[in-house]
C-alpha cells in the first residue's frame, strides 16, 4: 500500500514580526527631525539623545509609538532606542497602559545644599497646594544652583529662593523669568585681547610646546575633580595616533558644585578660545562640549557664542559640537559623557585603555573640565608665575570653590590654593549664617567626604586631605552647622548615590541601596558599614560607587558625639 504525502504550500510572512508603525507617527517624527531619507547622516547613532530630547520637549513625553518610529527612522532596534531613553532621568517614556504626565512638571531640587534650605517642607507644601492633576510635582537632583537655595524648576525654568506661593504663582500664571545672563560677546572680548592666544597658536607664533612647558609650570590641574596635570593630558593624548578629539565635561552634576556655570555665564568666549586652544593642541578633528540639561540658559548663550565664531571664521562650521546632558550624574565620569555623546545610556568603560587612548568613537580623546581651559588664555597672557604665584600653607595656584549652606554670602569664591575652610569662610563667604556654629563641612561635594570643625584648619587642595579621609574634587564646599541632623544629611548623599548608579555593576548598584537601608535603621552598626564600604571601594568599577561611602565613614570616624546628641545609636 503506498501512503501519497502532500507538502502543505509554503507560507511566506507578508511583513516582519513586531507591532505594525502606524505611518503618521512617521511622519510625524519626520516633521520634527528632518527626512532621513534625504539626509542620511540623520541616522548618526551619536543623534540619538539629541533627538529624543526634541521628541520631548515637542510632546512633553516620549510614547512607546514615538520609540518605535525614531528606532525605524534611525535604523536601529528598538530596544537600543529604549534603553537609551529609559536611562535618562529627562525623558519620560508612557507606556501604553499609562497615561502622558500632566503638562508641567515641577521638580523640587533635594541636593543637600537645597534640604538645607527647606527643600523637603517645600515639596510637602507644593504636592498640598497644587492641583495634582493638572500639575506633577517630583523631586529633582542638584541643578547646579546651590548658592540660591531652594531652588525648583517649572517646566524648563527655574526658581530660585523658591517659596511655594512663588512657585505656585509661577504654575497658576504661565509667567516665568528666564535668567538674564549677561555675558560678554565677542566683540568686547576681542577688544580686550581675546582670541590672540588662539591666533598665535594657529599661525605659528606659539608652539605646542610651549604652550604645555607653561602650563606645566603653572601648576594646572584638571579641575573637575581628579586633578590630572594638564600638560601630562596633552602630551598623552598627542602621542596616540590620529584622528583625535577634544571633549569638554560641563555636566556638573556633583551636589553643591556651580563654578562652571559661573564661568560660563559671564565669559563663555574665555572658555571657547581655552577649549579651541586645547583642540589645536591635540589636533583634534572636532570638539565636543557636553553641557548638562539643567542649563537652559547656557545652551542658548553658548549656541550664539559658537555662531559669534563660526561668523567671523575663528571655527568652522561644525568644528564645535553642542550636546545636551540628560539628567545623568554618571556622565560627569569621562567615559560616562563619552558614551553618552555617542547616544548611548552613559554607563562608565573599563579601563584600561583610557580614553586618550580609546575615546570618542574609538578615537583618542582629550577631556578637559571647563574651568580648566577657562584659565588656559588668562596663564598664556599674564604669566605661568602670576596663576603659580597664588597659594596659602605652602600650595600653590588658584581655586574656585562653590560655597553653599550654613554661610552668610554663597556662591563662587577665588581663592588661594590651600586656604582653610576656616579662612574661606570668614575672609570669602561672609561668616557663618546668623544663629548658626560651624559643625563640618563636605569640602568636595557629596563624594569628597565630611570633616568636622575641629578640621577646618587643613589647607583645601589637591593631595591635602587624603590623609583625612577625604578629597577637594571640584571645590565644592558645603557648610554644615550645630543645627543640622546629621542622619537627614547622611541619608541625604546616599539616596542620591544610590538614584544616579547607573547599575553597571553590583557593588555600587546593590551596595548604595544597601547602605541607604542602613542608615534609615535607629542603629548604626560600625563593623557592617565598614564592610560594605570597603566592597564599594574596591569593587566598584567607577568613582561613584568608590567614592559614595566617604560621607559615612567620615561620620563614622568624626561625629561619634554629634550623633550621640542626635539620639542615632553607634555600635561598634
Known sequence: MTVETVTPPRRFRGRPRGRDLPPVALASLRQLLGDERRDPGLRRRDLLIEHLHVLQDAHGHLSLVTLRALAAYMNLPMAAVYETATFYAHFDVVHDDQSPPPEVTVRVCDSLSCQLAGAATLQAQLEAGLDLQAVRVVRAPCMGRCDTAPVVEVGHHHVRYATAEGVEAVVDTGHYHPEAIVWQRLADYRAEGGYRLLDDCREGRVTVETLIVELERAGLRGLGGAGFPTFRKWRSVREAPGPRYCAINADEGEPGTFKDRHYLERSPHRFLEGALVSAWAVQAEALYLYLRDEYPG??????????????????????????????????????????????????PRHRPPLVAQVGLFGRPTLVNNVETVYWIPLIHEKGADWFAGHGRHGRTGLRSFSVSGRVRRPGVHLAPAGITLAELVEEYAGGMAEGHRLAGYLPGGASGGILPASKAD?????????????????????????????????????????????????????????????????EWRVEELERLSRVMMDASICGLGQAAPNPVLGLLKDFRDELADQHVIVKG
Open 458 to 522: 587643613i589647607p583645601l587642595d589637591f593631595d591635602t586631605l587624603q590623609e583625612a579621609g577625604c578629597f577637594i574634587g571640584s571645590a565644592a564646599v558645603i557648610v554644615l552647622s550645630d543645627q543640622d541632623d546629621l542622619r537627614a544629611v547622611a541619608t541625604n548623599l546616599l539616596a542620591f548615590f544610590a538614584d544616579e548608579s547607573c547599575g553597571q555593576c553590583t557593588p555600587c548598584r546593590v551596595g548604595t541601596e544597601k547602605m541607604l537601608a542602613l542608615l534609615e535603621r535607629d
Open 298 to 347: 547656557l545652551h542658548r548663550v553658548l549656541h550664539a557664542a559658537i555662531e559669534e565664531l563660526e561668523g567671523v571664521g575663528l571655527a568652522a562650521p561644525g568644528y564645535i559640537v553642542l550636546r545636551r546632558g540628560a539628567g545623568a550624574y554618571i556622565c560627569g565620569e569621562e567615559s560616562a559623557m563619552i558614551e553618552s555623546l555617542e547616544g548611548k545610556p552613559g554607563k
